[in-house]
Nanobody
């Protein structure tokens, strides 16, 4: 099993930046694909970004491509999401997740509890 804990959520003004982090509390997730998903009020949870086990391959939702960057550090057991040029529409609870390959299928087995990101106008 993998236990995931997100951090870095908060309030940011439109056009600003935030960096989310997620770490494993025990077991290493170096062999897993990792990802970030989000759920806005009244909407279904949606895919944001995923990264393969080595960190060499990534996938992004069209809505965040060019603004968000996912990265991982297997030695530190962490995955990050750098969010730039934030929009009000990015407001959501963000969840990190881990799952088996292939990364582009967005199939995840373990989930964090989420961290709230609020973008103000």
């Amino acid at each position: 099993q993998v236990q995931l804990v997100e951090s870095g959520g908060g309030l940011v003004q439109a056009g600003g930046s935030l960096r989310l982090s997620c770490g494993a509390s025990g077991r290493s997730f170096s062999s897993y694909a990792l990802g970030w998903f989000r759920q806005a009020p009244g909407k279904d949870r949606e895919f944001v970004a995923t990264i393969n086990w080595s960190g060499m391959l990534t996938d992004y939702a069209d809505s965040v491509k060019g603004r968000f960057t996912i990265s991982r550090d297997n030695a530190k057991n962490t995955v990050n999401l750098q969010m730039n040029d934030m929009k009000v529409e990015d407001t959501a609870v963000y969840y990190c997740a881990a799952g088996g390959e292939p990364y582009y299928l967005h199939s995840m087995d373990y989930w964090g509890k989420g961290t709230l990101v609020t973008v103000s106008s």
